[in-house]
């Protein structure tokens, strides 16, 4: 994992390809909890598989920005990986583009 300011207010997460056994987002859940309001870029270009724990902890920090004013996007997911969020319809949830540049300009621009 790996975590990156682009800005004061925004941040870049790489998530690692084991991010689950590792309990990358945990991690990450916290972190924010303490650092408090930015933007956050999830990269999943380096994650293979998602699963339901996974999905549990997006909800998690999903609600860490409801009713503020910055955003959670997730960048780089596979083909696999997107089309196993439309199954369960949390591309309806969260902000999915298709790299991290396309995600900066999402935060940028509303």
Do not use: P, Y
């Not at 196993?84 to 999915?96: I, W």
């Not at 298709?98 to 995600?103: K, Y």
């Amino acid at each position: 994992m790996g975590i990156h300011d682009w800005s004061d207010d925004i941040k870049l997460v790489r998530l690692s390809r084991n991010q689950q056994e590792e309990g990358e987002l945990q991690s990450i859940i916290e972190m924010l909890r303490e650092q408090g309001d930015c933007s956050v870029v999830l990269d999943f270009s380096g994650v293979e598989f998602v699963g339901c724990a996974l999905f549990t902890q997006l909800l998690e920090l999903r609600q860490l920005w409801q009713g503020g004013s910055h955003k959670l996007v997730l960048s780089g997911l596979s083909l696999s990986a997107r089309s196993v969020f439309e199954t369960v319809r949390l591309h309806e949830v969260f902000d999915l583009v298709d790299n991290t540049r396309l995600a900066l300009d999402h935060i940028q621009t509303g």
